[in-house]
């Protein structure tokens, strides 16, 4: 027949300070002084008279297993779970019934494989091995995934930026372009590097961290695809700048702007395929310090690359509050642009040359309101003259841009600007 005996951890951890006393005085007073004893909730002893005596200690479930405990006291707590594995498959216990007796206990599943791991590693003599590709999982593939996104956004935006400023800075009379709104191109890619390029740098960071500490994720299937699937990308991205460059050489359309654009790709895809190419030489069992020294130098390189972007960006575009201005004198351009249409319809239906104002029942209807200022209210002026001709005239905030989007006849200075046009030809 089986007895079973219940005290308290109390008096057994009393015993076993005494046994450690006597071996290691000067360590009695800082393992009482932490109250180990007190720890602990209940001790169940099970001794079997057929066997002979055998001890198991069992953490009272309800509490944390290193609750409270010093690096010492946890380390007796291993001492003591080790012990009982040892003494347990001793007896011929199976695998599973100990993690099932122990867990059922308020053992955490992962410390009892953890002691059964350090039983066979210690009864076999070898090392548990690694399991190809262990570690990768959904979370894995989010990082990942996201990594490349950001990468793929502010990789892109900073080349789209860098061919704004060479357009800007570089104009060439024998290409034809359609005109854009350069500030508007400008802010956008701004936009989008201040926002995906501190996402990607703190998705690196957590992804070299995970790795440090757990090397066997540089294994991982999702990280391999996708770095070689970067690679490519990048590669061909060059492969096809070359060609580009090559191209325009031969057919005498090499410009210092073209060759700008063409470095500033190469660069960008360069910088991206010699990191990742390098990441995949390191395996875990290198000098973490030499990668990340790596890491630091690539991430410095590209930092101070999208900082100068954008502050010559934000100087090209202007701040917030003059793009404001300008965005209103784009609108009273477009306003006088709708009341020149308007006065072109009205005259094909009119015997008249030109409107004596604004307010015409008539003109009113091709107009649609485009008659105010948009920041003052005040109303444009329009003065008609006898032959046909006829002024209108807006305030401006500042004077127009050559990268408007508009025709040379609206260029303006800034304050009062006025207008001469024709009612009977055709509006600029």
């Not at 005085?25 to 007190?38: A, K, T, Y």
């Not at 060439?172 to 400008?186: C, G």
């Not at 630091?296 to 101070?304: E, T």
């Not at 308007?342 to 015997?351: A, F, K, V």
């Amino acid at each position: 027949m089986n007895r079973i005996r219940t005290t308290t951890l109390r008096d057994i951890a009393i015993r076993r300070d005494q046994f450690y006393a006597r071996d290691r005085p000067g360590q009695q007073q800082s393992l009482v002084s932490v109250g180990r004893e007190q720890r602990y909730r209940t001790v169940v002893t099970s001794i079997t008279e057929a066997s002979g005596a055998r001890t198991q200690v069992i953490l009272d479930p309800r509490q944390s297993l290193y609750s409270g405990l010093d690096l010492a006291a946890r380390e007796r707590v291993q001492e003591s779970l080790q012990r009982f594995v040892g003494a347990a498959k001793g007896a011929g216990a199976s695998d599973e019934f100990i993690a099932a007796l122990l867990t059922r206990r308020g053992w955490p599943s992962e410390e009892v494989y953890g002691a059964l791991e350090e039983y066979w590693v210690a009864a076999t003599g070898v090392v548990l091995p690694v399991r190809e590709g262990a570690g990768e999982s959904a979370r894995d593939a989010f990082l990942y995934l996201l990594s490349f996104v950001t990468l793929a956004t502010w990789a892109t935006a900073l080349g789209s930026l860098l061919f704004h400023l060479i357009d800007h800075w570089f104009p060439d009379s024998l290409v034809h372009n359609i005109e854009t709104n350069l500030r508007s191109a400008i802010t956008w890619q701004i936009a989008s590097i201040a926002v995906a390029f501190p996402i990607y740098l703190l998705t690196a960071r957590v992804i070299f961290r995970e790795t440090a500490d757990r090397p066997e994720r540089l294994k991982s299937g999702v990280r391999r695809w996708l770095t070689w699937i970067a690679l490519l990308i990048t590669a061909a991205t060059m492969m096809c700048d070359l060609i580009w460059f090559v191209d325009y050489f031969l057919t005498g359309d090499l410009t210092v702007r073209f060759a700008l654009k063409s470095a500033a790709v190469f660069v960008i895809a360069g910088a991206i395929f010699a990191y990742y190419l390098s990441a995949l030489r390191w395996t875990g069992e290198g000098d973490l310090t030499r990668e990340r020294s790596r890491q630091v130098w690539y991430g410095s390189g590209a930092l101070a690359c999208v900082a100068v972007a954008i502050v010559v960006g934000l100087a090209v575009a202007g701040t917030p509050s003059s793009q404001r201005r300008k965005e209103a004198d784009r609108k009273r351009i477009a306003d006088l642009q709708q009341i020149a249409r308007g006065i072109s319809l009205w005259r094909r239906s009119s015997t008249q040359l030109t409107p004596a104002s604004l307010e015409d029942p008539v003109l009113a209807r091709f107009i649609n309101g485009h008659t105010t200022d948009p920041e003052s209210g005040a109303g444009y002026e329009f003065h008609p003259e006898p032959d046909g001709r006829y002024q209108v005239c807006a305030v401006f905030s500042e004077a127009s841009e050559t990268d408007t989007v508009f025709d040379e006849f609206w260029r303006h200075g800034s304050g009062r600007t006025c207008f001469t046009l024709r009612a009977d030809a055709m509006v600029p």
